[in-house]
């Protein structure tokens, strides 16, 4: 059936009027492989019109493999020139065949198939040459398919099949032209294929803008117009290589510079989508680049956000391009980040954004270098100074009386004197006391250095703030010329690390005791809304806060008074703001509208708190605990401790030493060390895991600062840092001993 037969295509076509003389001619009758190259459609059709005209008044065959639309085309042409394609058709004389379908049955696998392309066209020729009941006739093709090979951008399979065709024309006896349009070679490395084309082809007709030049004068011009054209164009092409070059240096710089950058870099799309963040970037938030990339910013926003909030913060051109927010890191922490945006736009539609990122103690103290004058900078350096002269009045102060009371405890009992009760007593409070002030020294100094290396690390999980907060004030306070109100529920939960919030309640109380004289009660508030967001204050009436130190009474080693009320170091409460921010919150002083000073922490809601009840368990029977730990000084000091307190307790110096022991024992809990000859605790764990499970919670002791240090890389329940407190080791035995026992039987 002839397309003019096809109904809803060809009744869409209409005549195509010819747009010019063809003064190029490709003559049908000649057995010749030619490439016809054309610019305009019409110009095409006018061409096969005219060629296939020849073929068929000479009394030859056509097969014309054409696309749907250039065929469809071809035939109102034909038949508007008053020849009859169908009865053509009938008599074998024209075999028409749509261009698409036909490669679709010459290819297997995505690959041409030389058998199927010669088993097909064999065929077609031998009925186009035959005819019905005549002698055998000349066979004029026109080809397409090459063309849509190029259209497809696959030059490897159209010019093998130019030379399959090439292939076929060795043993048969045919004119073939083939069609393709000067668009498919507008490129510049383009040029290649066109060239490999023309090489594969007897004849190449150039397009109309050429044949339609009418003497040798005209194309004479022509040709010198293009040679200069195309000497222009190498030069350009040369010009834009090496910028092209050059650029992809630059780019090549540029990224090289993102990623390692020490600031995090990340590139945000329009859709919020994670397009790319640098090394920085996931370092700051603990994900590997998998975790991260090619999420959803939403994914990770600490708080209350949707879509919309997030958007208008990176697509927004009103909003200043620096902002902070809070983002989760893999630990579950929000981590309080400064970010700066620059947004790429287009035609007024956001496109995306580049973010650079900081933590937001690095940015302030970077701003606040920066800001400093010389003035300023020689003021820091004196704090500097002072801070080193007062740290080591402060350290000496506690080592001092530490060892004199040591020496004294010493001489009393080499020289079989009988103490008195009272001097002993004295001697153990003040050790007490003193090896408590140095603890809490070195542990701000430690803190201080990893906030300042950007190593400080929180390990969050669901707490009792309220029950964190009484422990504290009992443990800590409970001698203090200043009695401590607190004010707040009886529980508050939220998700925190313990030990590293504890630093945040200590450090606050002790400064307000520190600045306060006055007797009155230092108040202790918790309060917690519908949303979830913590708001706890300590508040004092002592000497305040002057309102020219409060901008940097959270930076490191400014003291509020200077040299007229020294004490500590001036690390206090920047380890405060320091752990608060890493929990995504913010601490700020308050005016009270009274002597003293208030300072509020604000805690984020955070979604994720795992709640855990606290009330403690009615035992029936006695819980063990075992100590496994090789220094015989902690075996021995944990045995009475624990068996005051109501526990029977064992213990062992090693791991293989506790394992014989649980076989006969079965312990509620275990105290762990790590670091111990033969079976260290690692290998302990392991193999208790193995054998029991978790039959029984295991508390490991640590002397690490870090989140990561503390006992993540070994299946422990809980951990206490060394130099422990035995009020807090006592309270946190009996809370988890009591809560194992009570989820047991429930």
């Not at 003035?375 to 506690?398: G, Y």
Request: hydrophobic share 40%; proline share 3%; with cysteine.
């Amino acid at each position: 059936m002839v397309r003019s037969q096809l109904g809803e295509n060809a009744t869409k076509l209409t005549y195509v009027k010819p747009v010019a003389r063809v003064d190029v001619q490709v003559d049908p009758l000649i057995c010749d492989h030619t490439v016809q190259f054309y610019e305009d459609d019409r110009y095409l059709i006018d061409s096969l019109t005219e060629f296939f005209r020849t073929v068929l008044d000479s009394g030859g065959a056509a097969v014309v493999v054409a696309t749907g639309q250039h065929l469809a085309a071809l035939e109102l042409r034909l038949i508007a020139q008053g020849i009859d394609i169908e009865h053509l058709a009938r008599d074998d004389r024209y075999i028409p065949l749509e261009a698409e379908a036909t490669l679709k049955r010459i290819m297997r696998n995505g690959q041409l198939d030389a058998s199927l392309f010669f088993d097909l066209f064999d065929r077609v020729l031998d009925r186009a040459s035959s005819g019905v009941g005549t002698s055998a006739r000349y066979v004029s093709v026109f080809g397409e398919l090459v063309a849509l090979l190029a259209a497809d951008e696959d030059s490897a399979l159209a010019l093998a099949l130019e030379r399959l065709w090439n292939e076929l024309a060795e043993r048969r006896t045919f004119s073939l032209l083939c069609a393709c349009s000067m668009n498919l070679f507008s490129r510049t490395h383009d040029a290649k294929t066109l060239s490999d084309i023309c090489d594969l082809h007897g004849r190449v007709v150039p397009a109309e803008s050429y044949a339609r030049l009418v003497n040798d004068d005209e194309r004479l011009r022509s040709v010198a117009r293009l040679q200069q054209r195309a000497i222009a164009l190498e030069n350009e092409i040369a010009r834009s290589s090496d910028a092209h070059e050059s650029l992809k240096e630059r780019n090549a710089e540029l990224s090289a510079f993102l990623e390692n950058s020490l600031d995090g870099v990340q590139q945000v799309e329009a859709d919020l989508t994670i397009r790319s963040a640098n090394a920085a970037m996931l370092r700051i938030l603990g994900y590997a680049p998998e975790e991260y990339i090619g999420h959803r910013i939403s994914e990770f926003f600490a708080g209350d956000f949707d879509d919309d909030d997030e958007r208008y913060a990176f697509s927004d051109a009103q909003l200043p391009v620096d902002f902070s927010a809070a983002l989760r890191g893999k630990d579950g922490s929000p981590r309080r980040l400064h970010v700066h945006v620059i947004r790429h736009s287009k035609d007024g539609a956001f496109l995306n954004a580049l973010c650079f990122v900081r933590e937001a103690s690095d940015h302030r103290r970077a701003e606040a270098e920066l800001r400093q004058s010389p003035e300023e900078r020689q003021r820091v350096m004196a704090e500097h100074d002072q801070f080193i002269s007062v740290a080591a009045h402060e350290l000496k102060t506690p080592i001092t009386s530490l060892r004199a009371y040591a020496q004294l405890l010493l001489r009393d009992t080499r020289q079989n004197r009988q103490v008195d009760p009272l001097r002993l007593e004295t001697a153990l409070d003040a050790i007490e006391l003193q090896s408590g002030k140095l603890t809490q020294l070195v542990t701000n100094i430690l803190d201080t250095t990893e906030i300042d290396a950007g190593t400080l690390r929180v390990d969050p999980v669901g707490a009792d703030l309220a029950a964190l907060i009484r422990t504290v004030i009992r443990r800590e306070f409970g001698d203090s010329d200043n009695p401590i109100q607190f004010i707040g529920p009886q529980s508050c939960f939220v998700y925190i690390d313990p030990l590293r919030f504890e630093r945040v309640i200590l450090n606050l109380l002790d400064n307000a005791i520190k600045f306060d004289r006055s007797a009155q009660p230092i108040v202790v508030e918790l309060t917690q809304d519908a949303h979830g967001a913590t708001r706890l204050t300590v508040t004092d009436q002592g000497v305040g806060i002057p309102s020219d130190r409060q901008d940097a009474i959270f930076e490191r080693f400014v003291q509020a008074h200077g040299e007229a009320h020294l004490s500590g170091i001036g690390l206090g409460l920047y380890v405060v703001r320091g752990i608060v921010e890493m929990h995504g919150g913010e601490v700020r002083i308050e005016e009270t509208g009274m002597d003293g000073a208030r300072f509020t922490v604000m805690l984020p809601p955070s979604g994720n708190e795992t709640r855990v009840d606290p009330t403690q368990d009615n035992q029936n029977d006695v819980p063990r605990v075992l100590v496994v730990d090789d220094d015989s000084s902690i075996r021995r000091l944990l045995g009475f401790v624990l068996e005051d307190e109501g526990f029977v307790v064992d213990s062992a110096v090693e791991g293989q030493a506790a394992l014989d022991l649980i076989d006969r024992q079965h312990p509620d809990l275990i105290l762990l060390d790590m670091k111990m000859p033969g079976m260290d605790g690692w290998e302990f764990v392991r193999h208790y895991r193995e054998l029991y499970g978790h039959r029984a919670p295991i508390i490991v002791f640590t002397a690490a600062q870090s989140a990561s240090q503390r006992g993540a890389d070994v299946d422990a329940d809980d951990y206490i840092a060394k130099p422990f407190d035995l009020t807090a080791l006592i309270d946190r035995v009996t809370s988890i001993v009591s809560k194992d026992k009570a989820a047991k039987r429930s």
